[in-house]
């Protein structure tokens, strides 16, 4: 006998813990917080790391000295690093993107000056040394290549080329021969011109004393260099829709769809509305175009869609993948739902369950220490706190339904999209130029700027 579905349970107050910020003398932003569920303490290093231009060297040599950060200093080898680290139960790794580089770290309560105090000693005497830079440079240019055989590599790097042009996002995995050229010397200047703390943020959350925790960063990173190279990148160009680029990758028995829409920044006044409009379109599993073409037509098994923010803009990415064969019914049912959410308005159930699940992924990132740490170093980087989360809650839970659908009609139509797929051209350019112009290019010549 089928039971009922129980309705969902009214959301609770939301409360975000309480942060102490503090600006050390060479411009490092401390942010620390207490939650004591763990004895453990979890750090993210925020250091903004943009370009002013498209340069693959700068992007190899970014990636490079992400790897290489903790090789070794005057005092330690990367093998006395790790092993410093591990006595406190804790690790500090290094990733970067086209905005920031991050230093992520964990480790127990105890050891919280001790991680600390490497990691100072890192961002101010860091050495690359010759045959480290060299192991890590092999690795790199290893992964490189494997990600270079795989389609939702090939159809991201497709699609930042055509979004972004000439612009620094466009290339935001480096080249295999550019990486090969980075030497130790050239990682030892860029680290002096740009790891400096001017801009940069510390998050310290976890079972600790929050003004403890910043007069140990404090002790730890004061006399980090506040000099070094500012950086301020360009704007990002308008997403302009245009003919959907065809990207041949011959004997794909995959299609990968990748498309991009406007979209606004976290502060925007629309952005409450445009958060929910996606989730009933695209953002979790219970939305529109989830039934469509993965539980009622089976085209695929996991479409989704998101709102990227980064520093010079943000936008809506569609991404999915299907069987060649049915790529163009694929994406035609896809501007079908785009083009559903923005001329018919959500039903009253539809945007009740998208709210829940929008408010409730909120607390879910604020309940662990690892969570917490890296959204609140997430805000920092775009000059947000914690705080923001609850007005953005407060405005989640008051949209209305006409809200949601004017946010759709403004910002998912289907006439503004920007349509990147990936797969045999061959057996699909036919289908897919019914629908509409196609621009077709080669892996070689779509994937690289």
Request: proline letters at 7%; a neutral charge; zero cysteines.
């Amino acid at each position: 006998m089928a039971r009922e579905v129980p309705g969902l349970e009214p959301m609770g107050r939301f409360i975000v813990p309480k942060s102490v910020e503090r600006t050390l003398t060479n411009g490092l932003t401390v942010i620390a917080l207490r939650r004591s569920s763990v004895p453990l303490v979890e750090v993210r290093l925020r250091v903004p790391f943009g370009s002013a231009k498209l340069s693959h060297p700068h992007v190899a040599r970014t990636g490079m000295l992400a790897q290489t950060l903790f090789s070794g200093t005057p005092t330690m080898s990367t093998v006395d690093i790790a092993a410093e680290l591990q006595v406190v139960g804790g690790a500090l790794s290094a990733g970067v993107d086209p905005d920031r580089l991050l230093v992520s770290g964990n480790a127990l309560v105890s050891g919280l000056d001790r991680m600390l105090g490497i990691l100072g000693e890192v961002l101010t005497d860091a050495t690359y040394p010759a045959d480290e830079v060299a192991t890590e440079r092999d690795r790199l240019a290893d992964r490189i290549q494997v990600a270079q055989t795989q389609p939702a590599h090939l159809a991201r790097a497709a699609l930042l080329k055509r979004r972004y042009g000439k612009h620094p996002y466009a290339a935001p995995t480096p080249r295999v021969p550019q990486v090969r050229a980075v030497t130790a010397s050239r990682l030892r200047e860029l680290h002096a011109e740009r790891v400096h703390p001017h801009g940069a943020a510390l998050v310290i959350v976890g079972d600790i004393s929050p003004q403890k925790a910043m007069d140990a960063a404090e002790r730890a990173l004061s006399t980090w260099d506040g000099g070094g190279k500012e950086v301020v990148q360009p704007p990002a160009p308008d997403v302009v829709p245009g003919p959907l680029l065809l990207v041949d990758r011959p004997g794909s028995v995959q299609s990968s769809i990748r498309l991009i829409l406007p979209a606004v920044d976290r502060e925007h006044p629309d952005y409450a509305a445009l958060q929910l409009a996606n989730l009933v379109f695209g953002g979790y599993f219970s939305s529109r175009w989830v039934e469509n073409i993965r539980e009622d037509k089976g085209y695929t098994y996991s479409p989704h869609s998101a709102i990227e923010h980064s520093q010079v803009g943000s936008v809506l990415l569609l991404a999915t993948d299907v069987a060649t064969a049915v790529t163009g019914p694929a994406l035609v049912e896809t501007l079908y739902e785009l083009g559903r959410m923005a001329t018919t308005p959500p039903k009253e159930a539809e945007l009740e369950q998208a709210r829940q699940y929008a408010l409730g992924t909120l607390q879910l990132g604020l309940s662990t220490q690892s969570g917490l740490a890296s959204l609140a170093s997430t805000y920092a980087g775009f000059g947000l706190r914690l705080d923001y989360l609850v007005g953005h809650a407060a405005r989640l839970a008051a949209v209305t339904r006409d809200q949601v659908a004017a946010a759709a009609a403004t910002y998912l139509a289907p006439a503004k999209v920007l349509a990147v797929v990936l797969g045999d051209a061959d057996r699909m350019g036919d289908s897919l130029a019914r629908l509409g112009p196609v621009e077709r290019t080669t892996v070689d010549e779509g994937t690289t700027v």
